[in-house]
């Protein structure tokens, strides 16, 4: 009888970051998924798939501490239960790559040709599949905003460096976005500020604003209001020199990292550079998460770095911490603090 292996030990790239609550943070290191603590410690590690890399985690929004983690053609269902990670549904291989998955009364799947695919909750069955009338396309990122209706918006970031949106109950595209000269590898969307923001392989993010024709504070939007907005290019930013890989907008500023190991943060507003600085090493940084004021980072080198923002950054220099103000004053440096920025 074959004896049965497990993993004891792996250093593999930190593809995809969440907070699970105000205590945890899931972490997605090749087919696994780690639970760590505030504090950086490892509380568990559950083995999630058989070969695919784990790119994605929702968490389930009428169930609290339930995740759908997705990677390559796989889905499964996890649970977070204090500092333990359940298993709660088998893996699931679906017909083509996942790009994004929205957890709502039921599970919606982004796939690589442009299709949007509907799953029971247990991923058990299919329920329905829209596809995009402009066609088919290869994507490489994509993101399902959730609307009014039981069906989200579609954003989908292709390998021609455009931005599809589509409405999936229709197959209608409501509008296009261009300008990147490479394939779109993230596509963000905060419906607090009504900004876009992609990333791509040509080494820049570019922002976009969605002005909607009823001007009011509601979080998500109905599909006939995507329909009629307008979608206005913003900025380009360009500070890094290789790839850039994701963003993370919040109500001032957004934050992109990429290949070349830096974390830059970029004023919403104006589009200039308020700060960067080398993260995980300098390794490619390939996900990153927000929590209040703390940012997480994801190694290439399987790391992953802590970053106190709170209106500054906190940076590990010569072992010492080095804390700037938001103009790049210099505030602080204290020789006696211990270096807390990075786990």
């Not at 333990?84 to 083509?96: A, F, G, H, R, S």
């Not at 979080?219 to 009629?228: I, K, L, T, Y």
């Not at 923002?309 to 072992?319: D, F, N, T």
């Amino acid at each position: 009888m074959m004896p049965k292996l497990s993993s004891l030990w792996s250093n593999v790239p930190t593809t995809c970051l969440a907070w699970a609550g105000h205590n945890h943070l899931l972490a997605g290191q090749g087919q696994a998924v780690l639970l760590v603590d505030k504090q950086g410690k490892v509380r568990d590690r559950l083995e999630v798939f058989r070969g695919s890399t784990v790119h994605g985690m929702v968490e389930d929004k009428s169930d609290k501490g339930r995740w759908v983690v997705t990677g390559a053609k796989s889905c499964m269902v996890i649970r977070v239960v204090e500092d333990k990670l359940c298993e709660e549904v088998q893996e699931t291989v679906v017909m083509d790559w996942i790009m994004h998955c929205l957890v709502l009364d039921t599970v919606y799947l982004l796939t690589a040709h442009n299709r949007l695919v509907v799953v029971e909750r247990d991923l058990s069955s299919r329920n329905s599949n829209t596809v995009a009338n402009s066609g088919p396309c290869i994507l490489y990122s994509g993101l399902l905003v959730e609307t009014t209706s039981d069906l989200p918006m579609v954003l989908a970031g292709t390998v021609t460096g455009e931005v599809l949106v589509w409405r999936s109950d229709t197959g209608e595209e409501v509008n296009r976005l261009s300008g990147h000269d490479g394939v779109i590898f993230s596509v963000n969307y905060d419906s607090k500020t009504g900004v876009i923001c992609t990333t791509s392989d040509d080494r820049s993010a570019r922002l976009y604003r969605v002005t909607f024709t009823n001007l009011g504070k509601s979080e998500h939007r109905s599909m006939a209001e995507w329909s009629m907005a307008t979608i206005t290019f913003v900025h380009s930013l360009y500070g890094h020199v290789a790839r850039v890989f994701r963003s993370l907008l919040s109500d001032r500023s957004v934050m992109t990292v990429g290949e070349d190991g830096k974390l830059i943060n970029w004023d919403l507003e104006t589009g200039q550079m308020l700060r960067s600085c080398l993260a995980n090493s300098g390794a490619a940084v390939w996900s990153l998460a927000r929590m209040g004021e703390v940012v997480v980072t994801g190694g290439g080198d399987g790391s992953i770095y802590r970053w106190e923002m709170g209106g500054r950054v906190a940076e590990c220099v010569g072992g010492r911490v080095l804390i700037v103000g938001e103009e790049g004053e210099l505030v602080s440096y204290n020789t006696d603090l211990p270096a807390t920025a990075c786990w």
